[in-house]
């Protein structure tokens, strides 16, 4: 069964830090691969999503995603985390099923916490 | 333009009644996906809809039924509610099946 593991629940890191958010899913085939943001009281906004084609996925807010298919993973990364980017963050997979529909699976976030 | 716009905000119902939460995609969108988000969990894929026909379903129960109008906007209902169905449902928007998805704000729902 198609699933997604974000292993960290929380992650702490100080302003400037780099920032890797690890995400690992399990699916037959290559699925198409995205990371969300949620803040507070906010709805999702997309940071970036890896279809095909470079593995390397630039994304908003600096953020970039590296595919690896032999480690079935998919990690979000920032080089220097601003204090604006403490909030939590989904990584999902978009499948297709057997009967040629679609759906969708979360992981259960990572909550960052960024120190002054 | 307009985001995805959802409504009512909030909304307390008790167990045993039923729901309808509304959904109305971005100009253009002709898909529209609904979740559910428990209070600290990732969100739970429940339908898509494109074109007015359902294309995708997670797993939940047939309490849980939806459908896309022809101006592509849509409803979520939720019948015999149950107090595990307080959640946030959020609602996306997308060009297509697998387009870049907009989510709305979502519906609080509390079941008492």
Known sequence: ?116 | DAGVTQSPTHLIKTRGQQVTLRCSPISGHKSVSWYQQVLGQGPQFIFQYYEKEERGRGNFPDRFSARQFPNYSSELNVNALLLGDSALYLCASSLGLVSKQYFGPGTRLTVT
């Open chain 1, 1 to 116: 069964a198609q699933s997604v593991t974000q292993p960290d629940i929380h992650i702490t890191v100080s302003e400037g830090a780099s920032l890797e958010l690890r995400c690992n899913y399990s699916y037959g085939a290559t699925p198409y691969l995205f990371w969300y943001v949620q803040s507070p009281g906010q709805g999702l906004q997309l940071l970036l999503k890896y279809f095909s084609g470079d593995t390397l996925v630039q994304g908003i807010k600096g953020f970039e995603a590296e595919f690896k298919r032999s480690q079935s993973s998919f990690n979000l990364r920032k080089p220097s985390v601003h204090w604006s980017d403490a909030a939590e963050y989904f990584c999902a997979v978009g499948a297709s099923t057997t009967s040629g529909t679609y759906k969708y699976i979360f992981g259960t976030g990572t909550r960052l916490k960024v120190l002054a």
